[in-house]
């Protein structure tokens, strides 16, 4: 089991960059969500998917910052243009939801970093 | 929506003792409460998690404890090793599509 895979595991950009994270879900997960973890903040959930459709984006900071799944086992954030308050680390969760709430698992995660 | 809080915010305990980390939840409808433990520079990782039709679950050294009625649960580490020490978070989940809101994390720093 591969784990849920993210990349880049970190990026450095300049501040009105578009800015690009990706993920690939669990095999066979059907829930998938992502997070930014900052000191100040601590575990924001972004946005979550089910089913490929996204479900809650309230947690979407402003509209710089959208997402898709256009699949199963894919998923981007992105950030555009982006600013330095955004730099944070960006988790992607993914999970299997099958009539009872079930354990998220976590990848890496990004470090992203705007100057 | 739901709100989860936890305390305390920092905990230090000496090798060989016990932790405690409590939670508080606000949406009676929540129904799963899973823990998660991050270290330093790594993602959180699941280490026990309890659903609402159980009070208490063990699994070696961790242990939790749920109150539905008071909606408030607890982490118990007991012989506290020094690879215990991490960020702590706990969580709640609503009743649909599996929405978990995590508290804002118990820094445990076991000293040898």
């Known amino acids: 089991d591969a784990g849920v895979i993210q990349s880049p595991r970190h990026e450095v950009t300049e501040m009105g960059q578009e800015v690009t994270l990706r993920c690939k879900p669990i095999?066979?997960?059907?829930?998938l969500f992502w997070y930014r973890q900052t000191m100040m903040r601590g575990l924001e959930l972004l946005i979550y998917f089910n089913n490929n459709v996204p479900i809650d984006d309230s947690g979407m900071p402003e509209d710089r910052f959208s997402a898709k799944m256009p699949n199963a086992s894919f998923s981007t954030l992105k950030i555009q243009p982006s600013e330095p308050r955004d730099s944070a680390v960006y988790f992607c969760?993914?999970?299997?939801?099958?009539?009872?709430?079930?354990?998220?698992?976590f990848g890496d995660g990004t470090r992203l970093s705007i100057l | 929506g739901e709100n989860v809080e936890q305390h305390p915010s920092t905990l230090s305990v000496q090798e060989g003792d016990s932790a405690v980390i409590k939670c508080t939840y606000s949406?009676?409808?929540?129904?799963?409460f899973p823990w998660y433990k991050q270290e330093l520079g790594k993602r959180p990782q699941l280490i026990i998690d309890i659903r609402s039709n159980v009070g208490e679950k063990k699994d070696q050294r961790i242990a939790v404890t749920l109150n539905k009625t008071a909606k408030h649960f607890s982490l118990h580490i007991t012989e506290t090793q020094p690879e215990d020490s991490a960020v702590y978070f706990c969580a709640a989940a609503e009743t649909s599509y599996d929405k978990v809101i995590f508290g804002p994390g118990t820094s445990l720093s076991v000293i040898p």
């Open positions: 969760a993914s999970s299997f939801t099958g009539g009872q709430s079930g354990p998220q698992h």
């Open positions: 095999s066979g997960h059907n829930s």
């Open positions: 949406d009676s409808a929540s129904n799963y």
